[in-house]
């Protein structure tokens, strides 16, 4: 069973009743798959492998004498640690039928089993449970960007006295400090998803498609339980830069550019990496395009330390890249924030608009990547801890394009 660090939970709510108290939010409410297990310790999977939404929400109040309470269907509910430290955990009935022959729990549930998921019921609970603590008219912090229109629609006729407030910058805000348990995560999630490349490299010959490129890497995986999950794999191979769900099979010939772009869950934590390589030797123009990117790519590390706005970094980055030759370079960002995102990137962004800086604590993807027609992909991405003097690359491999 996945183990979460005491500390690192602690540190979580410590930092969001810190944010709940100078915000005057009397709670915090997660609904989201990567939110709700940031906020409970626990990875529904209800939300991340059946990608159902309005499951399951966990409330943390701003009076650290509540407990956090998670409410989620019954079913699913049997199945979050009894560790889970300062939780308590509230249910509601759901399609699948649970039975308590040896009268473990006291009997079982009586009444009809729903069809589907009850967002009447869930949010139900949610109403009891802010009027047992007195907050049933206070003001909530909760994830409306995440809510479909009917579920919403609820919540609003259960609880109309709400104040409700957009929770998303509130869990951009703490989510871009790391605790040292996710920086652990994060760090082994790079080491596995440059294992997986290191191996899947040895395959690559002439003829070789993306399709199995990426069977070799994820095959490479299955090695580590605890990494074996590949959060995305976006190999192309020669001139097919476009992202593929279905991976094509085109034939490497020499001169081909091999990009890979992959991320690997470890706990829910995933990394962000990519490297190029070249069948055989690179053409000039491949070799010029690549020097630029790694030119501005080996600014960044070499800036990036607290204090430095993220805006100054990317101009400072595009600047170094528009002087080593490549002067039609255009991006809209070179680097993320990182970490539960299912989709790899969060914010911020090393945007040319983004004021906020970098400060320790932080883990930022910065990437330099080009597409080109006729060209195809290249790119490197490097995954990296802020630290008090500058920053820290959790991936090893060299930067260097290398033919294989």
């Given amino acids: 069973m996945l183990h979460i660090d005491e500390d690192h939970l602690k540190a979580i709510d410590e930092r969001a009743r810190f944010i709940m108290e100078r915000e005057k939010i009397d709670a915090l409410v997660a609904l989201s798959c990567e939110n709700f297990y940031y906020l409970s310790g626990h990875p529904s999977t209800f939300m991340y492998t059946l990608r159902m939404n309005e499951v399951a929400i966990v409330v943390l109040f701003r009076d650290p004498t509540r407990k956090k309470v998670i409410i989620m269907n019954d079913f699913e509910a049997s199945g979050v640690s009894a560790n889970l430290q300062g939780c308590e955990i509230r249910t509601y009935p759901t399609w699948v039928d649970v039975d308590d022959p040896l009268g473990l729990r006291g009997g079982k549930y009586e009444g009809k089993r729903p069809t589907a998921h009850q967002v009447q019921e869930m949010f139900g609970l949610f109403h009891e449970t802010l009027a047992e603590f007195g907050v049933q008219n206070g003001i909530i912090a909760i994830e409306l960007s995440a809510l479909r229109h009917e579920p919403m629609n609820v919540l609003r006729q259960i609880a109309p006295n709400l104040k409700l407030v957009e929770a998303g910058g509130i869990f951009t805000e703490l989510r871009v400090i790391k605790t040292d348990w996710e920086i652990e995560q994060l760090r082994l999630s790079c080491v596995y998803a440059e294992s997986g490349i290191v191996e899947a490299i040895q395959t690559i ?136 995102s299912l989709a790899a990137e969060e914010a911020p962004f090393i945007s040319p608009s983004e004021k906020a800086v970098f400060c320790p604590g932080m883990v930022v993807c910065l990437e330099t990547p080009y597409y080109g027609y006729g060209i195809g992909a290249i790119m490197i991405e490097d995954m990296v801890l802020v630290t008090e003097n500058g920053c820290e690359r959790l991936n090893k491999l060299s930067r260097d394009l290398i033919s294989l």
């Fill in 205 to 340: 010959r002439t003829g070789s498609t993306a399709a199995e490129i990426a069977h070799a890497f994820r095959l490479a995986l299955m090695n580590h339980i605890e990494g074996s999950v590949s959060r995305f794999n976006m190999i192309s191979v020669g001139a097919h830069f476009a992202p593929a769900h279905i991976f094509d099979t085109y034939p490497a010939k020499a001169g081909d550019v091999i990009k890979f772009d992959v991320g690997v869950d470890v706990n829910g934590y995933g990394s962000d990496i990519a490297r190029t390589f070249v069948l055989g030797s690179p053409t000039d123009i491949v070799k010029h395009i690549y020097e630029a990117l790694r030119a501005g790519h080996d600014h960044l590390l070499q800036i990036i330390k607290p204090g430095i706005p993220m805006q100054t970094a990317f101009h400072e980055a595009m600047n170094v890249i528009h002087d080593a030759g490549l002067d039609n370079y255009n991006r809209g960002h070179l680097g993320h924030s990182a970490g539960l």
